[in-house]
């Protein structure tokens, strides 16, 4: 490990939990997810089901493997999603054409709705998180997250 990070890494004696990075990048997520759990618990639907309807509205007609590659979630808990939103109405599945293996996921009326209703949400959050901060800050952050996510795709 070169020297050039490690003042983020709890190997030293002075270390700071605070300046380890992934500290709070699960610090914000943990506080987003409760912070969206507890608007959408109005709607009767939790953050997996929100994230899978967003990444659906998104990407119409995606298989639920596209699914669970958008909302980076194991296989089998994308498809326990699906069908449980199916269940409430929220989605519809269908067999590929092509490929009667591959099921494909669309929204409903209903599911349209809700997606619109939790997008409304969002909007609250979206203004609450990111107060005092510019527009070209976000930008920049964003950036350096898609960068290490790629970094941690490899």
């Given at each position: 490990?070169?020297?050039?990070?490690?003042?983020?890494?709890?190997?030293?004696?002075?270390?700071?939990?605070?300046?380890?990075?992934?500290?709070?990048?699960?610090?914000?997520?943990?506080?987003?997810?409760?912070?969206?759990?507890?608007?959408?618990?109005?709607?009767?639907?939790?953050?997996?089901?929100?994230?899978?309807?967003?990444?659906?509205?998104?990407?119409?007609?995606?298989?639920?493997?596209?699914?669970?590659?958008?909302?980076?979630?194991?296989?089998?808990?994308?498809?326990?999603?699906?069908?449980?939103?199916?269940?409430?109405?929220?989605?519809?599945?269908?067999?590929?054409?092509d490929d009667a293996?591959?099921?494909?996921?669309?929204?409903?009326?209903?599911?349209?709705?809700?997606?619109?209703?939790?997008?409304?949400?969002?909007?609250?959050?979206?203004?609450?998180?990111?107060?005092?901060?510019?527009?070209?800050?976000?930008?920049?952050?964003?950036?350096?997250?898609?960068?290490?996510?790629?970094?941690?795709?490899?």
């Open positions: 490990m070169s020297k050039k990070y490690s003042k983020f890494l709890p190997t030293t004696e002075d270390f700071n939990l605070e300046d380890f990075p992934f500290y709070w990048i699960t610090q914000v997520h943990a506080q987003y997810v409760l912070n969206v759990d507890h608007v959408l618990k109005k709607y009767g639907v939790d953050n997996s089901r929100r994230r899978l309807l967003i990444a659906l509205e998104s990407q119409p007609n995606a298989s639920v493997s596209d699914l669970s590659d958008k909302i980076v979630s194991k296989m089998s808990t994308t498809t326990k999603i699906v069908y449980r939103l199916k269940e409430e109405g929220f989605v519809n599945t269908y067999s590929c054409l293996r591959i099921t494909r996921v669309i929204l409903t009326e209903s599911g349209k709705q809700m997606t619109r209703k939790i997008n409304d949400l969002m909007a609250v959050i979206l203004e609450q998180s990111f107060e005092g901060l510019t527009t070209l800050q976000i930008e920049k952050m964003m950036e350096s997250l898609k960068h290490i996510f790629k970094n941690l795709s490899h």
